[in-house]
């Protein structure tokens, strides 16, 4: 709904006032040059009209001997009024001195008229002027005697009244003519506007609404037009914006979750203490053994956490250098070599090619390091872990594959998001946070590579990480 004076602004009150500017503008424009044109036309013929026929008149008065022969005057009379009935208009003779011979309209015989169109006419023979003033166009045609001298002039008046009047009339048609044209752009405009501007409005209604955080409204698509791509899009984006919301809730109740336990676990231990009476030392040791292992806990949680949430914000910048990836495998796996000792599991290290790229070496040999830990955990004793470090002309390849339990299918996907765990209760046995996958791939992000995992339940697993070059 549009508020205030939003609709001052609104693209529908612009389409409205562009059509008209482009439409009626140039209309009124072209409709005046010709009503002037039409009108000039038309007085022009007049004029031509009238003063052939002020020649006329004043031929026949020369030929009927009127300003000579007194005795002509009955007839002299006769002729004008009768011109001037015939004609529609008034017919004056006026002699050089301005006298007025003869007046069709009978009034002004007798009188001394200084008419500027006669004077100019006895000058120079022939004048027509129309008098806007008095819409008349005045039409005078110089009489000459027998020594052709101009002695008087013939002076025809006549209105241009139905002239005027027919622009009038045109003016009237072309009025409504213009009102039609703006009720059919108006309807125009609503159309157009239900057309293109209402889905737009409604795009306006969903993007406020997941503005707000109702993510679940969508925009509704039909046909393949630019709104239904920009609506894809926000759709697409609003599905994106909801994961994220829905995944941020999730890693929240998960953190709080992760913590709960071994706190529960420490309260029950510190209660079962409290309330026994004359506890033994061993048993007191025990308890605060157990105690001590979920404080570890926490804190392997709450240490790998931070590490998380510093290397989403780009708050541990990474330290790059050239780094021997060789030596780095080299170093990790001799590290965790006492671990897999533990379990009898052999660790092979194959190193196809020598590898050098520009990396942030600590962080790699971590994100390596919780990698190959994984294939030591999920793996039976006795078992096998594989680490092979290779490379194209565009890329690192490091590979670690054991022989352990295995991945299924419907969990690949998982084991790269947070607190993800197969198995929860074996889980808490091996001591595994649910992050350390986390943090390996967000530093392997981080240097513009990805990890692919290829595993089978109870086949084993690999795990392949591949870097570019360079980055
Ligand atoms: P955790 O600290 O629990 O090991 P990780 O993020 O490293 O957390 O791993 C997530 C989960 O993925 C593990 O709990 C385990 O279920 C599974 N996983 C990871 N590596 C392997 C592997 N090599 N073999 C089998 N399961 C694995």
């Given at each position: 709904?549009?508020?205030?004076?939003?609709?001052?602004?609104?693209?529908?009150?612009?389409?409205?006032?562009?059509?008209?500017?482009?439409?009626?503008?140039?209309?009124?424009?072209?409709?005046?040059?010709?009503?002037?044109?039409?009108?000039?036309?038309?007085?022009?013929?007049?004029?031509?009209?009238?003063?052939?026929?002020?020649?006329?008149?004043?031929?026949?008065?020369?030929?009927?001997?009127f300003?000579?022969?007194?005795?002509?005057?009955?007839?002299?009379?006769?002729?004008?009024?009768?011109?001037?009935?015939?004609?529609?208009?008034?017919?004056?003779?006026?002699?050089?001195?301005?006298?007025?011979?003869?007046?069709?309209?009978?009034?002004e015989?007798?009188?001394?008229?200084?008419?500027p169109?006669?004077?100019?006419?006895?000058?120079?023979?022939?004048?027509?002027?129309?008098?806007?003033?008095?819409?008349?166009?005045?039409?005078?045609?110089?009489?000459?005697?027998?020594?052709?001298?101009?002695?008087?002039?013939?002076?025809?008046?006549s209105?241009?009244?139905?002239?005027?009047?027919?622009?009038?009339?045109?003016?009237?048609r072309?009025?409504?003519?213009?009102?039609?044209?703006?009720?059919?752009?108006?309807?125009?405009?609503?159309?157009?506007?239900?057309?293109?501007?209402?889905?737009?409005?409604?795009?306006?209604?969903?993007?406020?609404?997941?503005?707000?955080?109702?993510?679940?409204e969508?925009?509704?698509?039909?046909?393949?037009?630019?709104?239904?791509?920009?609506?894809?899009?926000?759709?697409?984006?609003?599905?994106?914006?909801?994961?994220?919301?829905?995944?941020?809730?999730?890693?929240?109740?998960?953190?709080?979750?992760?913590?709960?336990?071994?706190?529960?676990?420490?309260?029950?231990?510190?209660?079962?203490i409290?309330?026994?009476?004359?506890?033994?030392?061993?048993?007191?040791?025990?308890?605060?053994?157990?105690?001590?292992?979920?404080?570890?806990?926490m804190?392997?949680?709450?240490?790998?956490?931070?590490?998380?949430?510093?290397?989403?914000?780009?708050e541990?910048p990474?330290?790059?250098?050239?780094?021997?990836?060789?030596?780095?495998?080299?170093?990790?796996?001799?590290?965790?070599?006492?671990?897999?000792?533990?379990?009898?599991?052999?660790?092979?290290?194959?190193?196809?090619?020598?590898?050098?790229?520009?990396?942030?070496?600590?962080?790699?040999?971590?994100a390596?390091?919780?990698?190959?830990?994984?294939?030591?955990?999920?793996?039976?004793?006795?078992?096998?872990?594989?680490?092979?470090?290779?490379?194209d002309?565009?890329?690192?390849?490091?590979?670690?594959?054991d022989t352990?339990?295995?991945?299924?299918?419907?969990?690949?996907?998982?084991?790269?998001?947070?607190?993800?765990?197969?198995?929860?209760?074996?889980?808490?046995?091996?001591?595994?946070?649910?992050?350390?996958?986390?943090?390996?791939?967000?530093?392997?992000?981080?240097?513009?590579?990805?990890?692919?995992?290829?595993?089978?339940?109870?086949?084993?697993s690999?795990?392949?990480?591949?870097?570019?070059?360079?980055?």
């Open positions: 709904m549009l508020r205030n004076k939003d609709w001052l602004f609104s693209w529908r009150w612009k389409l409205f006032v562009i059509f008209i500017t482009i439409s009626v503008v140039p209309l009124v424009g072209f409709y005046m040059m010709m009503l002037a044109a039409t009108n000039d036309y038309y007085i022009r013929d007049k004029e031509t009209t009238l003063l052939a026929t002020a020649n006329i008149i004043a031929g026949s008065i020369v030929r009927g001997n300003l000579t022969d007194p005795a002509t005057r009955h007839d002299f009379d006769e002729v004008i009024i009768e011109r001037g009935r015939d004609g529609g208009f008034r017919v004056m003779v006026i002699d050089s001195m301005g006298l007025v011979v003869n007046d069709s309209f009978g009034s015989t007798g009188r001394v008229l200084v008419v169109e006669v004077i100019r006419a006895i000058e120079a023979n022939n004048r027509v002027n129309t008098r806007f003033a008095e819409e008349s166009v005045y039409a005078a045609a110089a009489i000459t005697n027998a020594d052709g001298d101009n002695v008087a002039a013939v002076l025809i008046v209105s241009i009244d139905e002239i005027l009047a027919y622009g009038e009339e045109m003016q009237e072309f009025v409504l003519f213009v009102l039609l044209i703006v009720v059919i752009l108006t309807v125009l405009v609503l159309v157009i506007s239900k057309l293109v501007i209402n889905p737009l409005n409604n795009f306006v209604r969903v993007v406020e609404r997941a503005g707000e955080g109702h993510f679940d969508k925009i509704h698509i039909r046909g393949r037009d630019e709104y239904s791509k920009l609506g894809r899009a926000f759709n697409h984006m609003v599905s994106k914006l909801a994961l994220s919301e829905n995944s941020r809730e999730e890693f929240v109740s998960n953190v709080s979750h992760e913590l709960k336990t071994p706190l529960s676990s420490i309260k029950v231990l510190t209660e079962s409290l309330l026994m009476e004359n506890v033994p030392t061993e048993m007191y040791t025990e308890f605060l053994k157990d105690i001590n292992s979920e404080v570890d806990r804190n392997n949680i709450i240490n790998d956490l931070l590490t998380l949430v510093k290397l989403d914000q780009h541990l990474l330290n790059m250098k050239p780094t021997d990836i060789n030596r780095m495998t080299e170093d990790t796996l001799r590290r965790l070599a006492p671990l897999a000792a533990q379990k009898d599991i052999e660790l092979f290290y194959e190193n196809i090619r020598p590898v050098t790229i520009s990396a942030d070496e600590m962080k790699l040999s971590l390596l390091s919780n990698i190959v830990e994984n294939g030591i955990k999920y793996t039976p004793e006795e078992g096998s872990i594989t680490v092979t470090v290779d490379c002309h565009q890329h690192l390849f490091i590979s670690v594959s352990g339990i295995g991945i299924s299918e419907e969990d690949h996907p998982k084991v790269f998001t947070r607190f993800f765990r197969a198995d929860k209760t074996r889980n808490r046995e091996t001591g595994g946070t649910g992050l350390g996958l986390a943090i390996s791939h967000q530093t392997v992000l981080l240097h513009g590579g990805s990890i692919r995992l290829d595993s089978k339940e109870g086949e084993g690999t795990f392949l990480v591949r870097i570019p070059l360079r980055g």
